[in-house]
């Protein structure tokens, strides 16, 4: 499939004009219209799926804010504009972009307000929990590795995760139930089932300015153009195997794509075709799932070598970046009482590897060197019984020997777990969403948002859940602000 | 700067014309030159350096390849086609590009008599050294990791680097030379002092040719035009600061930049602004060039944790890429003895860290848990007197308990050792050369070649020594061969 764009004088009839075109009807995209139209714009979305959405709706939406928003300041949260900075920038470097988390770190307590007063409900209260997603309607839960080595040591640790009010895993779903309404509530014109193209130039060559869309909808394709910009908000490329392969290949062996079915990397590629420059394309969210329960943090990983590689406390998608990096087998390590409903809550479900009334009985069961687990195990023992992990500082509550009974999960890519993945690299862009061309000059008439960008969250061994889609609201209204501004 | 193109209507005046254009004179360029002359191709070399080397001049120039070159023969060494083709994929995987690796396995006997047909001078000898590179005028060498766990259990090892005849380390110099001279040979027109600054297309947008380059030389912009091909064999970007910032920053902490000042990804560049697509550019070779001496094998690497991670017989660029994602300090251990005559021979020149006449006493002047240390120094020493390295599998050779006194070497990066680094990403081609857009389509009239493009070595992990030169070398002769048969 052909993304080059088409040029203005081969257009031979437009089907219509707004100042702003916004291609996906996700988080991103949602709130750019939204920013858009308050800022003046006669807006159209273009949506390929039937309805709005994008992976947003699929997600938890576990919206990651700080620096002291009302929801943390109400439940007794001292958090600074500095600690989330400096944890987000330790988290995502060296790769992180100093500018957009700045603003992000600086901007948490006001998008947060902005999300309110469009309507989207957050209780004053916070899940104690460790856990993925908040099930309950409770707003604050940690969703990152704030509290865990080696972060904890250098920035203030708060639950940023802000989870909508709602009972379920339904954050997703009514957020954009909320935005949709505010995006009707303003006119704007949405087409579901049509899907963008190819982009229009005023020109081919250096210079070139971005002025409309080629989108297919009742079975023919159309021209729209836009006066002022096109904002691309289209998703990432996790379900573009092609790419993956090309870029992210070691997503490929024993992963689960995560995210809709159109994040095929389609304004990411649109947007190379006119001189974008997409960086980071190798890096994504890699997730080994292993809570619930919270009880097999007490346990242990073990690489190939029966080493243990990580504190079990850090955030999920954290271990799992870690994980896929070692000699395998990867097995979960964990007592019969902290196994507990592992069964019914688990999303990981992973493989029973091996059980044992004794250490010894388990280990005979596992390929891995039966001497330096029963050493790693041994030593850990002795840290627990202290409360001090001397080798990865697993904190204290969840230090445990493994005694008695235990069962080893697992956790090898392609064994049968679930891990789940998705995509962090994109369009390079300015904070303002402008996205840049390989000589780092802006391309005029052109914004990206969400995953199309490349954002705040950067690397999979630093995600927070609620980062992207954090992202993707926060960096949707930039682009929509600077689009509706921009000059036609 | 900027790298966009100029189109063929802006052009006033072509100061030459030629079949081929050939951007850099280094190992790539060379063999492009010759291979587009021998093709019947009139062709000019553009140099932005007074005089013919690149990287490749400043290089070992230990000429990887196997599958039965005529010297492996001679020495005794049965390899065959699918042993190289097995190790490169597997040590280059998964981004590793099956069509490149297989035509490169297929070719290597070939490509080294082509070199000797030019003069290239191999002798029938094996230097048996684990060693960085020959000293001697010895010819076959092993260069990455074949002997070594886990490569060794799936393919048959066999010393792929091919050393020139000349004492020193004087591989690469020699190899320009003999290069530079048959390139005079042919009646190639050099223009040396002349940096390549943009493309010339044939017209703006899809479709686009190129047909030409702008150059600057003699204080001026002047303009040549090819009628069949422009060839870039510009280097990679490991010079260029602000592209290693964006696309491989975990290199800009600790290490050295190795290569020419010209590897600054301008034709990277030039190319990505008509359209062109760049892979991998997050990967890069990252070396600890702890040997020579040869003895320090006899060593255990121990990260933060005071865990090993490696075994250390495995080429220095995969221990490299492997010490860089552990938990810091990075110490290495070896007995006094194997020490030897490390700061007089030795590249890395690591400070140490610690001494002591027991373990116990050099333990206590590391920053790492000491009961860990002194638990895996202990498996170790077991292991070594069984000759069985159960963890890592390191050799029995280099198998050797760590008795007595003891050194301890930080190797942390940005602790005093050197870490060479350059980068592996580059323009997506063809087997032929042929650079793709980004929508995966030829673009008529360009192609590239050594580490301007992405070829065979992929990966730091997965790098053995002479593999960059033998896929410039190699890519570069397909790539001239492909643009001298082009049509005008």
Chains 1, 2 share one sequence.
Not at 117 to 135: D, W
Not at 307 to 326: K, P, T, V, W
Not at 463 to 484: E, L
Request: one cysteine or more.
């Amino acid at each position: 499939m052909s993304f080059e764009p088409v040029c203005e004088a081969d257009v031979t009839q437009w089907s219509g004009t707004a100042d702003v075109l916004v291609v996906g009807f996700g988080g991103a995209g949602a709130c750019a219209a939204i920013e858009a139209a308050d800022g003046g714009a006669a807006v159209v979305v273009f949506e390929a799926a039937s309805a709005s959405g994008g992976s947003t709706a699929l997600s938890s939406a576990e919206i990651y804010l700080g620096g002291g928003t009302r929801i943390q300041r109400a439940v007794g949260y001292d958090d600074s504009v500095d600690d989330v900075y400096g944890y987000l920038m330790a988290s995502n470097g060296p790769q992180a972009d100093a500018v957009k988390v700045r603003a992000y770190a600086e901007g948490g307590a006001e998008h947060l307000e902005w999300l309110m007063s469009l309507g989207v409900p957050f209780k004053e209260s916070e899940l104690k929990e460790r856990a993925m997603m908040a099930l309950t309607d409770d707003c604050l839960l940690y969703t990152g590795s704030e509290k865990a080595w080696p972060y904890v040591d250098e920035f203030k640790p708060a639950p940023r995760g802000h989870n909508l009010e709602v009972e379920g895993d339904n954050g997703g779903p009514l957020l954009i139930k909320i935005l949709t309404e505010q995006v009707a509530a303003r006119g704007v014109d949405v087409h579901f089932e049509s899907r963008a193209l190819r982009l229009v130039v005023d020109r081919f060559g250096p210079g070139a300015r971005v002025i409309g869309l080629v989108v297919r909808e009742d079975m023919e394709e159309r021209y729209y153009r836009a006066t002022k910009g096109v904002v691309l908000c289209a998703g990432g490329f996790i379900m573009n195997e092609a790419m993956v392969a090309q870029y992210c290949p070691q997503f490929l062996s024993g992963k689960t794509f995560i995210g809709n079915p159109n994040d095929t990397g389609s304004g990411i590629q649109m947007a190379q075709c006119v001189g974008a420059k997409a960086i980071n394309m190798h890096e994504g969210f890699l997730s080994v799932p292993y809570y619930p329960p919270a009880s097999l943090t007490h346990g242990i990983f073990v690489n190939g070598q029966g080493q243990r590689f990580i504190n079990e406390d850090a955030y999920h998608g954290r271990i799992g970046s870690y994980l896929a990096q070692q000699t395998y087998p990867v097995y979960l390590i964990v007592g019969v009482d902290d196994y507990g409903n592992y069964e019914q809550e688990s999303w990981l479900q992973a493989p029973i590897a091996g059980t044992g009334e004794s250490l010894e009985e388990l280990v005979s069961e596992l390929s891995i060197p039966g001497d330096q687990l029963l050493a790693t195990v041994s030593r850990y023992n002795e840290d627990a019984r202290r409360g001090d992990d001397t080798l990865f500082h697993k904190r204290a509550p969840w230090l445990k020997p493994l005694e008695g009974a235990l069962v080893a999960l697992d956790c090898t890519p392609g064994a049968g777990a679930f891990f789940p993945c998705f995509t962090l690299g994109g369009l390079d862009t300015t904070l303002d969403g402008c996205v840049l061309s390989c000589s780092d000059a802006v391309i005029s008439g052109l914004y990206a948002a969400g995953r199309t960008a490349c954002g705040v969250p950067r690397r999979g061994d630093g995600y927070a859940s609620g980062s992207s889609v954090g992202d993707a609201t926060f960096s949707g209204r930039r682009a929509g602000r600077a689009a509706a501004g921009a000059s036609a």
